[in-house]
């Protein structure tokens, strides 16, 4: 198969679609094959991927683990590794010696993707890659890295993938699949609507399950087993907030500026409550900060300057995502920033605005909420991105550095935590390569609602990268 996959390679031919076309080699044993599959064949990723060629060696095309196999019976053609005995008892470290808890030999990790493989028919454009399957299988390839590392570092993983197509339906049949009961961690899927049947069955089984993308809280409810590692809006207003009550003095006030429209102005809301929350949720912070808010539509200057103090750091919280308003409002401010102190805090797309002057965002010393951060001066984020394009002949997408992220983090906190890691996360060493994973228990409306204390409907990973812009050296993150 790895001649196959290897004479089948065309340098010209996009990576995104090589990799896809070598997965479902993988899966069905023959490229042509169009006969329809009523069940999911799970591909076992062993974590053992064949090592790679001396430098001098031409370039191998990106492909799956060389001992990445089909499981036609029960026993996978690969060489034989230990079998999960769950009355394997290891010792507690040193200072527990008289507690006694049970851990698999080896953890075993189901990892569901939308890859749609099923639906896939190459085009001589090499262009017909769905965009849901291409974040997916980007994602995949990061996946594979950290498996690779993984093995490595003596982890004891073996990860399942399984193609959920992007189908509530598929998603079910693979859960009905009894091998499914018997995993130690769930990741994915991708997308809202199949997660719903996955957090539930994880709810049922107590089986640990992690929303490597989607931060939506609607998800499922009472459920302690659910973990949301890219952190919501609110998660990261919440982090904006935090940063200015830790890093500025106590002289300060809060602007928060938004368009005309319901969610901006919720999410500005939030800040009105988040000193409530902070102090009685977490006694935090001595006393909440003052809060002003504007709802902003093309203000003229001097709008803008009767709510900034002459005596006071001006926080301007401005919760919009429109590239106008925050042109507009960003050039006004530039104008007064010689009166006033003025620090910007804005939102995380603005990364992605094209229309918007860098030297007034330098002058007003711009602040951003990043659940993902690629930092450019970590010599192992450099390490990270020669290595995927030594794999895939192509620098790594968003997705592909957070499927290596997660897979990372997740499994060390297997090895070194257990596979009940979940329950107590601030036992789990946080850092990650492009974010860290600080998951503390949440429930729905929590900064609305702060003096409830319900059930624990998830646990949401509350870190938030704040990136600040330098006019020398771009972006660099400021909290840690």
């Known amino acids: 198969m790895k001649q196959l996959t290897t004479f089948l390679c065309n340098y010209s031919i996009n990576w995104a679609i090589y990799a896809l076309l070598s997965i479902m080699l993988l899966q069905s044993g023959c490229l042509g094959s169009s006969t329809p599959k009523t069940q999911k064949t799970p591909i076992i990723l062993k974590p053992d991927i064949a090592d790679k060629q ?31 005995n769950p009355t394997t008892q290891q010792q507690e470290t040193p200072h527990e010696t008289n507690k006694i808890k ?41 996946a594979l890295l950290a498996l690779d590392k ?42 809202s609507k199949e997660l719903k049947p996955v957090a539930a069955f994880s709810q049922q089984h107590k089986i640990p399950h992690i929303s490597p993308l989607s931060p939506s809280g609607a998800v499922t409810s009472d459920n302690p087993h659910y973990l949301i590692a890219n952190p919501s809006i609110e998660a990261q207003c919440a982090a904006i907030y935090r940063y200015i009550a830790q890093n500025y003095p106590v002289n300060k006030r809060i602007i928060t500026v938004c368009a005309n429209k319901p969610n901006e102005i919720s999410m500005a809301n939030l800040f009105y409550r988040f000193g409530q929350f902070f102090g009685n949720a977490t006694a935090e912070f001595a006393a909440p900060i003052p809060v002003n808010q504007f709802v902003y539509n093309r203000a003229g200057i001097a709008d803008i300057e009767s709510y900034l103090s002459a005596n006071e750091e001006n926080m301007v919280v401005v919760t919009s995502f429109d590239n106008l308003l925050v042109y507009d409002l960003s050039t006004k401010l530039n104008l007064l920033r010689s009166k006033y102190k003025i620090t910007l805090f804005g939102m995380p797309n603005w990364l992605s605005f094209e229309t918007i002057e860098l030297e007034y965002l330098a002058n007003l010393n711009l602040h951003l909420p990043l659940p993902f951060w690629q930092d450019k001066t970590n010599p192992d984020v450099a390490a990270f991105k020669r290595l995927y394009f030594q794999n895939y002949k192509t620098t790594p997408s968003e997705y592909a550095c957070r499927g290596y992220d997660l897979i990372m983090w997740a499994g060390r906190a297997l090895k070194n935590n257990g596979k009940d890691f979940y329950r107590r996360p601030h036992e789990v060493n946080s850092k990650g390569l492009f974010t860290n994973y600080i998951f503390e228990p949440s429930w729905a409306n929590q900064y609305t609602q702060p003096t409830a204390l319900p059930n624990t409907d998830f646990l949401e990973n509350k870190f938030t990268n704040i990136v600040r812009f330098k006019p020398d050296t771009g972006f660099e993150r400021v909290n840690r």
Do not use: W
């Not at 493989?117 to 974040?135: H, K």
């Not at 003596?154 to 509530?168: C, E, K, R």
């Open 54 to 84: 001396a430098q001098s060696q031409p370039p191998t095309p990106p492909q799956p683990p060389a001992n990445t196999t089909i499981p036609t019976t029960n026993i996978p053609d690969s060489p034989p590794k230990e079998e999960y």
């Open 102 to 142: 049970t851990e698999p030999a080896i953890y075993q990790i189901a990892l569901m993707l939308p890859l749609g493989l099923q639906n896939f028919v190459p085009n001589a454009a090499n262009d017909s890659v769905p965009e849901n399957a291409l974040l997916a299988l980007e994602f995949y390839e990061g």
């Open 150 to 191: 993984l093995q490595q570092e003596g982890v004891p993983i073996q990860a399942t993938l399984y193609d959920t197509d992007n189908n509530t339906t598929t998603a079910q049949q693979i859960l009905n699949q009894p091998q499914l009961q018997n995993v130690h961690l769930i990741i994915g899927p991708v997308y």
